[in-house]
């Protein structure tokens, strides 16, 4: 082979060779490009908003989400199912004797509004719940002409009454939730009432046709004013009807049955409130409750 066939062999084996680096050479520039790399964090681009490792674990952290719902659980008005519920509150209740309700044991009389209230403890589970209440009843009435459908018109007299009743109740209520807030309650009521007071009666006189109660007016004494209407046969004027117990018509007691509906409003965990109405043995009711949830 001619010398100048040696040197171009030579110099073409050179620039392979330098065109393949060194295995040696090759592994120092892999290790300084890994270098490089570990030098800036995956996937974040310069000048973007890192977040501090403190509010990346408050964000995470299992603990305070769980306690975040555990808040809203406790505000919640949702009931679980076989989760028993008690609430202790105040019930009003206005109820209306009407006048054809007298009428059924007398003639006269006229249409009262009672007031009542008193507290309540109710005990709820499963859309069902019992209410215990301990209540005031006024029954107080106005002067009023009255007498017994069977007596003659000599008979009518002026009834005042400044009786009291104290009732022991426990209402039923199965309700119809249309949502966790609202429910649609139906029910019983029953118990009984412990009777206290005056009943008062006068006998009377007309100064109108006689017959119409509109017209009676009391007597003022025996024999005052003189004739048949004010006569001296009892000493009912003024008098204090005594009770059962002592001869008397005055009830010791008086019982208490209602048929019953509403609208029950539990907007949080720890408030309830009812609208209710009915009809009891007494005459029609309606009432208010607001409740604390234990």
Known sequence: MRPSSRHFILAASVAILWAFPHPALAGDAADT????????????????????????KKELDPTEIERAKAAEEADSPIEKPKQTYYFVGLRYRGIVVPKFMMNLF????????????????????????????????????????????????????????????????????????????????????????LVWGDLLRTQAYPVGPAGNPDSYEPCQAPGVPPGIYCANDNNHYNYSEPNWANGGSKPLFFPWFAL???????????????????????????????????
Not at 35 to 51: L, Y
Not at 267 to 281: I, K, Q, S, V
């Open 106 to 193: 007398g003639d006269g009389g006229t249409s009262v509004w009672i007031d009542s209230v008193g507290p309540e403890l109710t005990v709820r589970k499963d859309e069902f719940e019992y209410v215990f209440s301990v209540w005031w009843a006024d029954y107080s009435m106005g002067a009023t002409p009255f007498k017994a459908s069977s007596d003659p018109d000599t008979a009518w007299e002026i009834v005042r009454s400044k009786m009291n009743v104290l009732y022991l109740t426990s209402d039923f209520n199965w309700s119809n939730q249309v949502s966790p807030v609202v429910g649609i309650n139906l029910g019983v009521g029953a118990g009984f009432g």
């Open 260 to 294: 019953q509906t509403g609208v029950r409003i539990k907007p949080h965990r720890n408030f309830m409130m009812r609208f209710d109405t009915g009809l009891a043995l007494s005459g029609f009711f309606v009432g208010l409750s607001g409740n604390y949830g234990l």
């Open 33 to 56: 490009t890994d270098e490089a790399a570990s030098d800036e964090a995956p996937g974040v681009t310069e000048g973007a908003d890192v977040k501090s490792d403190g509010e990346l």
